[in-house]
């Protein structure tokens, strides 16, 4: 089964074994013949994420397409369910429509629910653990159904417990919103867009037209193959972070609350990397924001990795800051 256009990069060779699956029970029932046959599982959702090695993969690629939300009333507000393969804008528009705060600058991420909790997206100042109650899994090793509280997820920066326990596989996810809430509009971007407008009666609706417009406008269209972010912002500390400032006084970055700093990466690829705009044959970097490496038609994954190992080393060799791929590497 051809992988690449499975996924947003577009690249990439095929999987020896290939199943989709809307049910836990379906999941456990593919695992288990995996397992019979000693195989490799890789757990595939919207491919928003992931890059194909050339090769393909050597054993069976599970496609989550568990469908379907269910809106119940709590104490607080209300809680969302959806499937794990619910695309997550759908999700998203769904909730803003209803007038709920909590998902609205988290819009026009691509990708499935399943994934923003893998992956605990995050945009403009939001994560997803803010709004997650509990993830439902089927536990491959147990071989059961079970849920987890958002809180013993170990939602982190683009990790969670379930990027480290490969056995545990998302079936679906509650999201606690609510009907009043103050907007996250404090994020650079967010507050320019709304510089010059009237914010004092703000809804869930206006701020994600504010977050489509603003990446809209950096993001690549849907002819350019892309994973989105390739890496993420590191995380460096206070010493390290007055290093850089001496060197590099415009430097982007966010101070956080343990004196650390995230540095943006977008930004060192940028101003200290050059490689906005760089191409080498296919594999690129989008001219717009340099955070995104592209697949311009026919580049292949291991054009891709090359070109991301070249911006890596670039700046090492000028800042000392080793980058961390966000996108997810398939592998056994």
Known sequence: ???????????????????????????????????????????????????????????????????????????HGVCVYAGAGEVWDDLVRDSVLRNLWGLENLSLIPGTVGGAAVQNIGAYGVEAKQSIHEVEVFD????????????????????SIFKNNKNLVVISVAFNLVHNATPHTEYEDVKKYFSDKNTEHLTPQKVRDAIIAIRTAKMPGLEIGTAGSFFKNPVVSAEKFEELKGLFPEIKAHLQGDGTAKVSAAWLLDKVGGFRGYRRGDAGVFEKQSLIVVNHGNATSTEIISLANEMKQEIKNKTGISLEEEVVMMSE
């Not at 491959?140 to 990790?159: A, F, P, V």
């Open 1 to 75: 089964m051809p992988l690449a256009p499975l996924t947003t990069m577009r690249a990439g060779g095929s999987a020896r074994f290939f199943t989709s699956v809307k049910t836990g029970a379906e999941i456990g029932e593919a695992a288990w013949w995996a397992r019979e046959k000693n195989l490799p599982i890789f757990i595939l959702g919207g491919g928003s994420n992931t890059l194909v090695p050339d090769a393909g993969f050597p054993g069976l690629v599970v496609k989550i397409d568990i469908c379907g939300t269910k809106y119940e009333s709590t104490h």
């Open 140 to 159: 491959i090793e147990k071989k059961e159904l079970r849920k987890i509280s958002g809180h013993k997820c170990k939602l982190g920066y683009r990790d």
